[in-house]
């Protein structure tokens, strides 16, 4: 008999509050895995979906249910799904319900199906809190850095690669992609040079970034420049709202490799010539083997021997789907510096 489920509803297009009542619980098939629930991170997009609507996300029938981060234990495997996964293992998982419109793909909710392409396992010592950090971002920085209409850089292993003598620029390291983007350059083989408040210089240095400048600074473009001199760039990614300009300034003026810019949102439709941008999504990594690659392979690894950590830190804000709407409010209020706020179930 399926267990009971419940969700964190959006009834209609930019209704507020969300709607806690029941969901159904749905089976996983072909290469999919049930997860009950344990932590849920809070992203953006995920306001901004509620805020915006259809001016964001067009396809988006409702009702529906939100949400990408999940971190949980598995119940159910899929019929057609490989052996990697076995009921009661810890997971971390991508939710599928950017993409889709299909209630059962959303994080908000207290039984979620995910794609085994696009979940993690993570050790014991790991926990749920902390870990539901990491889907999102992850993706999100894979999806720039990896894949071969971006960045292509070569694959992180754990240990790490070899140093292969590129320098790769992550503007906006202290972010939740910015987080994962260093982390992820660093174990590929990339040198990192990144930006971020002076506050958190350390926090992204110990993330493996090898310099940390201000973005505030009137210098910084000149500063970066300056210390790329002598490197060969492996081009660069701009993570924010107002990275993108900056990031291609500085691109242009590098004389020594590829002058190409991934991008967390739309690219200026305007280039300095030899210079290519373009925005990064997620949904590309379900159509080849990157993700796979980072989230079945790197990620499992590289917690297990410290390569990777789950970053930025969580800070929890409230427990039982109730509290997601309250957690979204602060989100949007904005404010928070290195941290991703996180929902107990």
Same mark, same amino acid.
């Given at each position: ?19 806690? =009542? ?11 895995? *049930? !997860?009950? #629930?344990? %932590?849920? +991170?809070? $992203? ?16 988006? =029938? ?11 234990? *598995? !119940?159910? #495997?899929? %019929?057609? +799904?490989? $052996? ?262």
């Amino acid at each position: 008999m399926a267990p009971a489920n419940r969700a964190a509803w959006i009834t209609a297009e930019r209704a507020v509050p969300l709607e806690v =009542k029941e969901s159904e619980y749905v089976a996983p098939t072909d290469n999919e895995i *049930v !997860v009950k #629930v344990h %932590a849920i +991170a809070l $992203n953006p997009v995920d306001f901004a979906r509620q805020l915006m609507g259809a001016k964001l996300f067009p396809w988006t =029938k409702y009702p529906t249910v939100f949400g990408t981060d999940v971190a949980g234990e *598995v !119940v159910e #495997v899929g %019929a057609k +799904a490989t $052996n990697r996964y076995k009921v009661g293992d810890r997971v971390i998982g991508l939710g599928n319900g950017l993409e889709t419109s299909r209630p059962a793909d959303g994080a908000f909710q207290e039984y979620v199906v995910l794609r085994e392409d696009l979940t993690s396992l993570i050790p014991d010592n790991l926990e749920y809190e902390q870990a539901s950090v990491i889907p999102l971002g992850l993706a999100t920085a894979a999806a720039g850095l990896f894949q071969a209409d971006q960045l292509a850089l070569d694959l992180p292993t754990a240990p790490a690669r070899p140093p292969k003598g590129e320098t790769v620029l992550i503007w906006s390291g202290a972010s939740s992609v910015g987080s994962n983007a260093v982390q992820l350059a660093v174990a590929a083989g990339y040198e990192v040079i990144s930006t971020s408040s002076p506050k958190n210089f350390d926090y992204v240095k110990k993330l493996g970034a090898s310099q940390v400048f201000d973005y505030n600074s009137p210098s910084v473009v000149a500063d970066i420049v300056a210390a790329f001199n002598g490197k060969k760039s492996a081009g660069a990614y701009a993570i924010g709202f107002t990275a993108a300009q900056p990031v291609i300034d500085i691109v242009s003026q590098l004389t020594n490799g590829p002058k190409h810019v991934a991008v967390s949102n739309q690219p200026p439709a305007e280039l300095p010539e030899g210079v290519t941008a373009k925005m990064a999504f997620v949904g590309g990594l379900k159509a080849t083997p990157v993700g796979p690659a980072i989230f079945n392979e790197f990620v499992p690894k590289g917690l297990a021997d410290g390569t990777f950590v789950a970053a930025p830190p969580p800070k929890v804000v409230g427990q039982g789907l109730e509290s997601i709407q309250g957690g979204l409010d602060t989100l949007r209020a904005g404010g928070l510096s290195a941290t991703k706020l996180v929902i107990k179930l």
